[in-house]
Nanobody, 121 residues
Framework: QVQVVESGGGLVQPGGSLRLSCAASGSIFSINAMGWYRQAPGKQRELVASISTGGTTRYADSVKGRFTISRDNAKNTVFLEMNSLKPEDTAVYYC???????????????WGRGTQVTVSS
């Protein structure tokens, strides 16, 4: 089995910083792109940032210049460094990874359960 688990959420004041981590574990053969999505109450889930195996990154316009995504391929881990946080960044943040499991023939999307980020004074 494959698991994807996020950590690092919490409550932070506007202008503050948080670092999210996501680790994939289990019967993994290969990992393709990894990314972070978020979903605020009453809104659709949206892409925040993604990173390819080779390190190519993509960001939502709303977080460009404030958030940085990175990954450690050796540890099957992806990070999201969030700076200059705003109240509108408040959401549940989900990790996503394209994973080919041992014995599998294609990459499948795996999701974590999410971690709450609340930006409030």
């Amino acid at each position: 089995q494959v698991q994807v688990v996020e950590s690092g959420g919490g409550l932070v004041q506007p202008g503050g910083s948080l670092r999210l981590s996501c680790a994939a574990s289990g019967s993994i053969f290969s990992i393709n792109a990894m990314g972070w999505y978020r979903q605020a109450p009453g809104k659709q889930r949206e892409l925040v940032a993604s990173i390819s195996t080779g390190g190519t990154t993509r960001y939502a316009d709303s977080v460009k210049g404030r958030f940085t995504i990175s990954r450690d391929n050796a540890k099957n881990t992806v990070f999201l460094e969030m700076n200059s946080l705003k109240p509108e960044d408040t959401a549940v943040y989900y990790c996503n990874a394209g994973i080919q499991s041992l014995g599998g023939f294609r990459f499948l999307d795996y999701w974590g359960r999410g971690t709450q980020v609340t930006v409030s004074s």
